[in-house]
């Protein structure tokens, strides 16, 4: 075999669970992966310049209206080749794609893109799991589980602060009602967030639940991490002193206005976090670290420093990744293995890109 043992490896490797999403059609459940994540693991396994892709062929197989939009449906062949040492492996895919627009030009552009990618899928699909191969098999077998204790499912258990079951639910939405119900008794905020603690696992639950069966709302967990910030804000929000009044004149005096205090300069101070659009906005017109693309994400490292409720690292702490390394890094559970992987040490890079946009703007805060 032409490929390294390293590669071997990744081929046989099984396939992720968190990779694989679901669609109804016609009745039946079908899995896939996404044509983004192919083309992302090829170059993890592969390598950027190691292999390619063309289309052989397209066919537009059937044009139509549904007023007001127009209808397409192309099939495509894709051949993908791949360069391992001296020897090339060819693998051919053919796929099948419907667009729907409200111009003739767009309902034919995305009815093609989307053929040319089921075609690149089932192309790369023959090399191995990584690439969805394990999903022709009905037991799955090639599908790697999440690790650790089975997410809970439905119906929702509602624990309070002491993991005592406080009742149970087969909607999500009273499933959130409840928990928020449950967040505003709290009378502390060490009780609050032992309230969070103890559902957190079904929140995800209920989240991807929601997200397999095609009824994913963006905002249920949003809107629960939302509700617990505002607790936590009224659990420490110090009690407003009374105007003071000055007894002859009859004229009462505004409060002292409040002092902003640098709490990292305390004893015991909190972390302090720099916040700069200038910055993030030229480490976005950085190339990727990885593959070099541009435009980029100002990516936060996130072990830079300790995780604050809802915030980010310090934007010093920032560096350029594409929009497919940027998702990549953020599905890893160990990001500081991620960049030793490919060896190289993100603090160093964001440090100089730091120092060059102060070089640029020195009023920026440091």
Request: hydrophobic letters at 40%; aromatic letters at 8%.
């Amino acid at each position: 075999m032409a490929f390294t043992d390293t590669q071997a490896r990744q081929l046989k490797a099984k396939l992720n669970a968190q990779k694989v999403r679901t669609r109804k059609a016609n009745g039946t459940t079908l899995h896939y992966i996404e044509g983004w994540h192919a083309i992302a693991e090829a170059n993890r396994i592969f390598g950027f310049d190691a292999w390619d892709r063309r289309t052989v062929g397209t066919h537009c197989v059937w044009t139509g209206t549904d007023h007001p939009f127009y209808l397409a449906a192309y099939t495509a062949k894709v051949r993908i080749r791949v360069r391992a040492g001296d020897a090339t492996v060819t693998r051919d895919g053919s796929g099948s794609g419907e667009g729907r627009a409200l111009s003739p030009g767009q309902a034919h552009e995305l009815a093609l893109k989307s053929a040319e990618t089921d075609a690149t899928k089932r192309a790369l699909a023959t090399f191995g799991n990584p690439f969805g191969l394990a999903l022709y098999d009905p037991e799955q077998a090639g599908v790697r589980q999440p690790k650790g204790t089975a997410a809970p499912q439905e119906p929702w258990v509602l624990h309070t602060a002491e993991g005592v079951p406080a009742g149970t639910y087969n909607d999500a939405n009273a499933f959130a009602d409840a928990l928020r119900q449950e967040m505003e008794k709290a009378l502390t905020i060490e009780l609050l967030f032992a309230v969070w603690e103890q559902n957190i696992a079904t929140v995800r639950a209920i989240n991807y639940a929601l997200k397999q069966n095609g009824t994913k709302r963006d905002s249920f967990a949003k809107d629960l991490v939302a509700h617990l910030k505002s607790c936590a804000a009224a659990l420490v929000q110090p009690v407003a002193k009374p105007v003071n009044s000055n007894a002859r004149s009859g004229v009462q005096e505004p409060p002292n206005p409040r002092v902003k205090i640098d709490k990292s300069q305390l004893k015991f101070g909190e972390i302090k976090r720099l916040r700069s659009k200038a910055h993030l906005r030229h480490v976005a017109h950085q190339p990727c670290l990885i593959c070099g693309r541009v435009p980029s994400h100002a990516h936060h490292i996130r072990y830079a420093q300790k995780r604050g409720l809802g915030l980010k690292v310090s934007d010093e702490f920032a560096v350029p990744l594409c929009a497919i390394h940027h998702t990549e890094n953020h599905t890893m559970g160990d990001e500081r293995h991620w960049w030793e992987q490919r060896k190289i040490d993100p603090l160093a890079i964001a440090a100089v890109l730091w120092k060059e946009s102060h070089s640029e703007d020195p009023s920026m805060p440091t």
